[in-house]
């Protein structure tokens, strides 16, 4: 077989089967299926696989530790299958600090009603995190906000809204985008991760611990201020309804999906653009698929800034190559990069 090469590693034998299944009639070859993380470890080490689909809670070492292992013995992209709770949602965000690019939801309760959401998802998500190059080989401490950088646009007095959008590989890089922004800047922020309902919550705690800016998942009908940052909610579109005095009315709908996904980045980007009068930064980070190709246009076309990062630390080169391939992006960055280059003076607003 010509596809990715993948091991399984799940304590359910009926689990590790449906996967496996699914992975070989999408055309990835399965070279090994482990029971628990000290098996998928070995795997790993022994047949070398493009991609390992992780779950979380297995005896004797769980995913997390298995996870945390093969970053250092093995670097390998490491996909986590979560089931879709509470609890697991905490330990889903710890195995990506451990490492993990990204996390796909199991199936739960009739487990039949969710395999054909499950099969086609999977399978795109294990092509394209194959071979990433943004693996990591061992845990990024909590970066501390730096000193706010001298020079132009340092501690810029502009009235700038930021809207970020992401989705494979994105939560740790979002992470840090928003840790390295200085809360001088004042900026209203606005996050699009390509999420599932239940986590965004999480993803929203877990920036606000790592940045000086108030982050938050999103709330119907809310205002945002300077200084602070909102999450588009799990199955939510997000869109800027209104904008007066620099501050943000942000309205959450279940409108049919976008590019496939809600939240879609496009909606939120093409909204602000719409709406907002002052300076707008559109970033579009790794993620696999088009969306915010347009809503990147959308800002640059009112003469906002739009950034993309680059493919080499980019965990999937969808969403940024889609992106500068509408020849709207000003800047293609590496992700140590982007927050200076958010805050990089903006050009000059024009009408649409």
Sequence with gaps: MSGPRAVVADDSHFMRSVISNILEEGGIEVVGQARN???????????????????????EVDGIE?????????????????????????????????????????????????????????????????????????????????????????????DRTVVIGSSTGGPK???????????????????????????????????????????????????????????APGDSHLLVSDYRAGRLH??????????????????????????????ITGVVLTGMGKDGAAGISSIKAVGGRTIAQDEATSAVFGMPKRAIETGHVDEVLPIDDVAAGILAPSTEVTEP
């Design 250 to 279: 942000v309205t959450l709908t279940d409108d049919p999906p976008v590019n496939s996904v809600r939240p879609a980045v496009d909606m939120t980007m093409g909204s602000a653009a719409e709406v907002i009068d002052d300076p």
């Design 66 to 158: 298995a996870t945390e292992r093969i970053m250092a013995e093995c670097p390998t992209p490491v996909l986590m299958l979560s089931a879709h709770t509470d609890e697991n949602a905490d330990v889903t965000f710890e195995a990506l600090d451990k490492g993990a690019v990204d996390f796909v939801t199991k199936p739960g309760g009739e487990v039949s009603m969710e395999l054909s959401r499950l099969e086609d998802h999977l399978v795109e998500m294990v092509r394209s995190v194959a071979g990433s190059s943004g693996v990591e080989r061992a845990e990024r401490p909590d970066a501390a906000t730096p000193e706010t950088p001298s020079g132009p646009g340092a501690t810029t007095s502009e």
């Design 173 to 231: 890089m979002v992470e840090r985008v928003l840790s390295e922004l200085p809360i001088a800047a004042d900026y209203r922020i606005l996050i699009v991760q390509h999420m599932p309902d239940g986590f965004t919550e999480r993803f929203a705690a877990r920036i606000d611990d790592r940045s000086d800016y108030d982050v938050r998942e999103a709330r119907n009908e809310e205002w945002i201020e300077g200084g602070q940052a909102r999450v």
């Design 37 to 59: 993380g000290a098996e998928a470890v070995d795997l790993v080490a022994d047949e070398a696989p493009d991609v390992v689909t992780m779950d979380v809670e297995m005896p």
